[in-house]
């Protein structure tokens, strides 16, 4: 079993950058891989970052590449979101995961979900 709780969303104006924490507790944390998902009003879920099990290689959704790295720390069991150039599309509430080593990209993959922290950008 894995606990995940998100923090670090808000009000951004378009162009700038928040970074967003997602505390793990429970099993190692460094046997899932972790990722970071969102979901507008109205939209489905859709998968942001994501970080392998090993840590090895991270990926993104191409709407952020360039724009937002996913990092961990495993000494403090956190996964992070950096968020630059923020755009008003990218206002949602977004959503830490956490799955076993065959998780990739879709929701269903992940067993373990965050609370989800809002994060709004301003035009």
């Known amino acids: 079993q894995v606990q995940l709780v998100e923090s670090g969303g808000g009000l951004v104006q378009a162009g700038g950058s928040l970074r967003l924490s997602c505390a793990a507790s429970?099993?190692?944390?460094?046997?899932?891989?972790m990722a970071w998902f969102r979901q507008a009003p109205g939209k489905e879920r859709e998968f942001v970052a994501g970080?392998?099990?090993?840590?090895?290689?991270?990926y993104y959704q191409d709407s952020v590449k360039g724009r937002f790295t996913i990092s961990s720390d495993n000494a403090k069991n956190t996964v992070y979101l950096q968020m630059n150039s923020l755009k008003p599309e990218d206002t949602a509430v977004y959503y830490c995961?956490?799955?076993?080593?065959?998780?990739?990209?879709?929701?269903?993959?992940?067993?373990?979900w965050g609370q989800g922290t809002q994060v709004t950008v301003s035009s």
């Open positions: 995961a956490a799955g076993d080593i065959r998780a990739r990209d879709r929701a269903y993959e992940f067993n373990w």
């Open positions: 429970g099993r190692t944390f460094s046997d899932y891989t």
């Open positions: 970080r392998s099990w090993n840590g090895i290689s991270t």
